[in-house]
């Protein structure tokens, strides 16, 4: 059996579709296989939109990830000719904080942290200024207010087909439909890959296998990658108020007294509603097995959550997405060579924040790949940090 290419992508969801772009563009002979046809709404990247912001409240860490993926997602618009991301600004409200969701009050402090490090231009509110500059959100006497200009959404699944469709013209091969089943290492250091159509033999293989990672691994490793329930709503507008166009509305993320919650505006026209959703980082599912179906329990429960925040939406559901979060057991991604096989890449960045880096995260791919290391500093996804 001969080496079929430099790297096989397995996976083509947001990580996986950068990452071959960014070797193919590199001149490397590239692979990418998907179980699916991408995008596709079986995994983590897809809903129509997600939130692009260089504050980063997870962690001022991630900035430089950020920027340079502002770069990037710029860079691949201009190739691509797709408008792959819209400016509308970002607003994090801490809407007071309370014992129970204190640690969400870091969001906040770390995202204003990070502006100030890294020059992200912003401005702060107090209750009132939110109240008039905000008037679709209402905030306790309490509540501050951090806003960004240059935060907005990227378009996900177009983030996906752009990048496979300048990968192909770079040279890459793409395989849709076609599942993983194992790999093992050769005795040549390179790599075997068994699929349900036939098998390869590679130089490196890049895990991009999102919540399914673990099943490709030995289950000692299935404690760092949790599989969890994510839902979407898009909640109807009173009298289409013109509150949440794009034009008028930020994307936006609450935290504080209620469990947190986030959203965009209404990017389909104001009777398409708009999206809603908080991140769900309990119940763990299987990537194969995750109900799909949302009651109308989870919809009236989510719109009692949000309602007091949001009094211009009503309680008309107009349509529910499910999706998937990987998570880590410290919410933060992991990047790095898989102990068992030298030559396989770990890569599973999301813990519900991965798609704004994953332009940038498909460059660090390729430089790990081609130099061994990457400029962008990626000493804090290693495997190492669950090893005291
Ligand atoms: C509801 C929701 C909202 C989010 N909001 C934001 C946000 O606003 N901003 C943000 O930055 N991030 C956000 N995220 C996180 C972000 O979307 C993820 O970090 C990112 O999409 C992860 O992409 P991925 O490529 O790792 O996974 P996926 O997109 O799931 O891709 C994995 C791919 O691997 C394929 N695959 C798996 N196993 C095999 C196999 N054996 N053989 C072949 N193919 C296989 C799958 O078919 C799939 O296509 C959100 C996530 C969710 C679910």
Redesign the pocket.
Known sequence: MKTTCDALI???????SAALYQLAKQGQKVLG????S?P?I????H?E????RQAIGEGEGYTPLSVRAYELWKEIEGYSGQRLFTQTGGLVIDNGSSKKYIAQTDFFTNTVTSAKKYHIPHHLLNANELRYQFPQFNVNDNAKGFYEYTAG?LY?EQCITSQMTLAKQHGAIIHKN????YFRQTPYSTVYVK?NQGHYEVKNLIL??????S??LNPSYSHLFTPTR?I?FWFGIRDNLDYFSPQTCPIFIMKGIDQPF?GFPAIQGLEKGVKI?RGNFGDSTGADTINRHVSPKEISNMFQGISRYLPGLDARCIKT?T????LTPDNHFIIDWYPEIPSVLL????????????AAIGEVVAQLVMNGSSECDISRFGLSRFNP
């Open positions: 397995l996976g083509l969801g947001a990580i996986g296989v998907d179980q699916f991408p596709h079986y995994g983590s990247s809903g939109t997600r939130i692009i959404f996900p076609e599942k993983i089943e699929t991009c296998a999102g919540s399914w990672i099943q490709l994510q979407s986030y959703a997405a999706c998937l979060y990987t890569v599973s960045p999301c813990s519900g924040h991965g798609f704004k880096y994953s």
